[in-house]
């Protein structure tokens, strides 16, 4: 109870120094609007056609990259985790691979798809599928043999083992998986849009920070602030209640 | 594998009598696990022919043969009474009736009350009473158990041991426990089998006449130490 509390007081406070540092001229306000001044702008861009149009593109580009990134990576990661052959070939590139900063390859992007909406999801679901794969393939992994060799032994059909044991076994990891290739996501998209694009979200943003506009700028970052921890809560209230009898 | 292969198992033969408790005991890595994995039909011999009841057992046949791992192998997303459940839940679809017969099995081994609970919530020993239920469930005439007591402390191991004699006396089944345990070996069997190093071989089958119920004061007869010590002997021999 205590720790609760002690974690208010320095929500609190972060909070107050953002509002009462700035609006007594310790922190320059042009560089951080304090934060009332902040949440009315966010109030304000909200009802704007235009921020509603660019989260509308952005959302869309979020969840189509995700749509197509989170079962590809999926099966992917199931196959080389399962097919011995297959790994004992792939994983080792993977694994260098997945070193590699994937916002090198943007302009590669750019070259194949443009900077419409096309390139963002593919921009966000080529970054994700990596996250996705790897993670899969740890999930399979993490199927203890003995649990399948119990259900065998119990004459477990090859679809019944895939239903009652891997998906069981597997699901705190896969939620994980999803929590985080959401992270991957979102940020595949608003790189690619803060890069170059005439739409979305991150692209306003960009411009923002570009006019100096702070208010907007930080009404935005706020906004996506929020987005973001929704969705990871979310997960990681399912997570928590699927993986009760993880120790 | 990769290079030459090595013969886990060689000119095995032997019979074992219906209704009785049948203990193979050998040292660690003689291919003790991989025979019980053919007698339960999860690997295929390469030559040779095993019947049970009759008929060979090219896969799992759970009605006929129930197996009996160790304590780990419980699945930690269900509890205890869904864990006995399992085999239950693979092909019929009476919940209720199943769920009577877990209750049963739950109550012979001594843990009513504990069916709510998750394997991470139960002790060693608690587990593995789990394991045995789930075992039992299904009622097959024979049962194999592959080293179910290592994982526990020696104490609980013993306890358990005992538990599992007054739960075999009850039934009528045929068991074939496998245990790299003199003690055990001797404590629980109406006969001994044991291995030798790999490749595997039946170098010695023993029969235990100490008389049943056993009761712990037995280990520390002559008898019991004679034949402890004559299992040793097969066994350093052919380690040798």
């Known amino acids: 109870m205590k720790i609760v509390f002690a974690r208010l007081a320095l929500l609190a406070l972060v909070l107050a120094a953002w509002e009462l540092l700035p609006r007594h001229g310790i922190v320059n306000p042009l560089l951080l609007p304090p934060l009332g001044d902040v949440l009315a702008m966010l109030g304000e861009l909200l009802q704007r056609g235009q921020v509603r149009e660019a989260l509308g593109v952005s959302a869309a580009e979020v969840l189509l990259a995700f749509v197509v990134a ?10 080389i985790a399962e097919n011995d052959y297959l790994g004992e070939v792939f994983k080792p590139m993977l694994f260098i691979v997945f070193a590699i900063p994937k916002s090198i390859f943007l302009p590669m992007f750019i070259l194949v798809f443009g900077t419409g909406f096309q390139q963002k999801v593919a921009y966000a679901a080529f970054t994700t599928t990596f996250v996705v794969l790897m993670s899969a393939a740890a999930a399979v992994e993490s199927v203890k043999q003995d649990y399948l060799l119990v ?19 597997m699901m705190p990891l896969l939620l994980e998986t999803l929590r985080i290739s959401m992270i991957f996501n979102f940020t595949g998209v608003l790189i690619a849009e803060m890069y170059a694009s005439r739409t979305g979200i991150g692209h306003l943003i960009a411009s923002w920070g570009e006019n100096f506009q702070m208010k907007q700028l930080f009404a935005g970052v706020v906004l996506l602030a929020a987005a973001a921890i929704v969705f990871n809560e979310a997960v990681r209230f399912l997570e928590s209640r699927v993986s009760a009898w993880r120790t | 594998m990769y290079g030459g292969t090595v013969p886990a198992l060689e000119n095995i033969s032997f019979n074992v009598p219906a209704g009785r408790f049948t203990v193979i005991v050998g040292p660690s890595g003689c291919g003790k696990t991989s025979l019980l994995m053919m007698l339960a039909g999860l690997r295929a011999q390469t030559q040779g022919t095993i019947q049970c009841l009759g008929r060979p057992i090219p896969q799992p046949d759970p009605l006929r043969v129930g197996v009996i791992f160790q304590e780990a192998s419980l699945y930690p997303w269900l509890t205890a009474l869904e864990n006995i459940e399992f085999p239950l839940s693979l092909r019929g679809t009476e919940k209720k009736e199943h769920r009577r017969r877990a209750q049963a099995m739950l109550e012979l081994v001594g843990l009513s009350g504990f069916g709510e609970r998750y394997p991470h919530e ?67 069997a109406d006969e001994v089998l044991v291995m030798s190093a790999r490749p595997g071989r039946i170098i010695d089958r023993i029969h235990v006449d ?20 004559r299992i040793w002997q097969q066994i350093r021999k052919s380690d040798a």
Not at chain 1, 153 to 160: H, N
Not at chain 2, 141 to 154: G, I, K, N
Not at chain 2, 214 to 222: F, G, H, I, V
């Open chain 2, 210 to 229: 100490l008389p049943r119920p056993r009761s712990y004061d037995m280990m520390a007869t002559d008898v019991f130490g004679r034949l402890r010590d």
């Open chain 2, 122 to 188: 139960l002790s060693g020993g608690m587990k593995q009473r789990v394991s045995i239920a789930r075992g039992l469930v299904q009622d097959p005439p024979v049962l194999l158990m592959d080293e179910p007591f290592a994982a526990l402390d020696e104490q609980t191991r013993m306890t358990m041991g005992h538990e599992l004699l007054r739960i075999w006396s009850t039934t009528s089944k045929t068991v074939v426990f496998i245990t790299h345990s003199l003690t055990e070996a001797v404590y629980l």
């Open chain 1, 70 to 79: 989170v079962p590809l990576g999926a099966a992917l990661g199931v196959l």
């Open chain 1, 151 to 169: 259900a065998r032994s119990y004459g477990a059909t090859r679809l019944q083992l895939v239903s009652r044991v891997y998906v069981p076994s």
